[in-house]
């Protein structure tokens, strides 16, 4: 595996975004990163923020929900390992490290973890 999508649906989240683009840019995953930021349709000024950011921005052209959000973003990503952090700072990306080295060392196909638990579940998929 060499490179890791991180998925950022947002739906007016001014406030937050610049600081979550930052806290995901500072995590080493130790692969090559693509940062996929998918607006559904922000009308609170989020959008003006895009022009500042180098990454790439997909703009849905109406709310759909963070469901579509979703699957836009996961027809553009490019990664072996795609992640989904949502943009309210409501999950650190330093705890996806973790979450990572389960898929890079072939102890998990999917992973997933819980703000409301210290666990972490594991899943293998088989023939």
């Known amino acids: 595996m060499n490179k890791i999508t991180i998925l950022i649906p947002v739906y007016n989240e001014k406030p937050f975004l610049t600081d979550i683009i930052k806290k995901v840019e500072e995590v ?3 692969l090559e990163k693509e940062i996929i930021i998918i607006d559904d349709f ?3 000024g989020t959008r003006e923020l895009y022009k500042n ?4 921005v997909l703009l849905h052209d109406k709310n759909r929900g ?7 973003g996961f027809s553009a990503a490019t990664g072996d390992i795609i992640l989904i ?3 309210d700072l409501e999950y650190n990306p330093k ?5 990572v080295e389960l898929i890079q ?6 992973v997933y973890g819980s703000r409301l638990s210290n666990k972490t ?3 293998n998929f088989c023939c």
């Open 28 to 30: 080493n995953f130790g």
């Open 42 to 44: 922000s009308t609170d």
């Open 53 to 56: 950011i180098s990454h790439k």
């Open 66 to 72: 963070k469901g579509a959000a979703l699957r836009t």
């Open 85 to 87: 952090q949502d943009a």
């Open 95 to 99: 705890d996806y490290i973790h979450l």
């Open 105 to 110: 060392s072939d102890k998990a196909d999917v």
């Open 121 to 123: 579940i594991e899943i």
